[in-house]
């Protein structure tokens, strides 16, 4: 997997995160498509994955938001795992292929306050660079390091970071240098969004 750089981007962000089986929930925020520039969607999509029927369906809809160059799918550390599985099994290639064009770094450069916004599914840790998360996949992974949140190790190095890890069922939680967005699956997950621009971060929402 690699890293999908936006530069120069001046504009209005939003990312949210780990979407699971609940992405017919997207329909009822009409105007996320309107109101913003770019929307990262912070993987896990394909999860739970017991069915993969139901995961290709879930895909196909994914595929429709896909078709605006304003949307981006960014894996998580389920999808990883789900394509692992597929690759050595042989099973559904049409999914392992979408997965397998699908970035899990997403790198953003504000032009205006010169500052960098990285999304992952997991996190960093004290030995990652931003160079580093170029080609990537431990980043996915990354939750807790020595037992606490590997947000409090994170010293802002390589720019801000809307991340999933560590998954909770608690509302998002903001660190010095970065945000947790993501919460642990259940039939009635909560799915939160996360408003970013060149000034810093904004709203929070939940689906």
Not at 5 to 29: E, M, R, T, W
Not at 30 to 44: E, H, K, L, M, R
Not at 89 to 97: A, K, N, R
Not at 123 to 150: D, H, I
Request: charged share 15%; aromatic share 12%; net charge neutral.
């Amino acid at each position: 997997m690699s890293v999908l750089a936006l530069k120069y981007f001046n504009q209005k962000l939003l990312v949210v995160g780990p979407l699971y089986d609940q992405i017919d929930k997207l329909s009822k925020h009409p105007a996320w498509f309107s109101n913003y520039d770019q929307i990262v969607f912070n993987g896990n999509l394909c999860y739970p994955n017991q069915d993969l029927g139901q995961v290709r369906d879930r895909i196909k809809i994914m595929d429709q938001y896909l078709q605006s160059p304003k949307v981006i799918y960014n894996l998580g550390d389920q999808d990883l795992i789900l394509m692992k599985r597929l690759w050595e099994s042989g099973e559904t290639p049409d999914i392992l292929h979408w997965l397998k064009n699908r970035s899990n770094v997403v790198m953003i450069d504000f032009a205006i306050s010169q500052s960098t916004l990285i999304v992952t599914g997991g996190g960093v840790t004290p030995k990652m660079v931003r160079a580093g998360l170029q080609v990537n996949l431990e980043t996915s992974f990354v939750s807790y390091l020595g037992g606490r949140p590997w947000h409090e190790l994170y010293g802002g190095g390589s720019g801000y970071i809307i991340a999933n890890n560590p998954l909770t069922q608690n509302s998002p939680k903001f660190y010095n240098y970065s945000v947790q967005i993501g919460t642990t699956y259940s039939p009635e997950t909560t799915v939160y969004a996360v408003e970013a621009h060149s000034r810093g971060m904004g709203n929070i929402f939940s689906l």
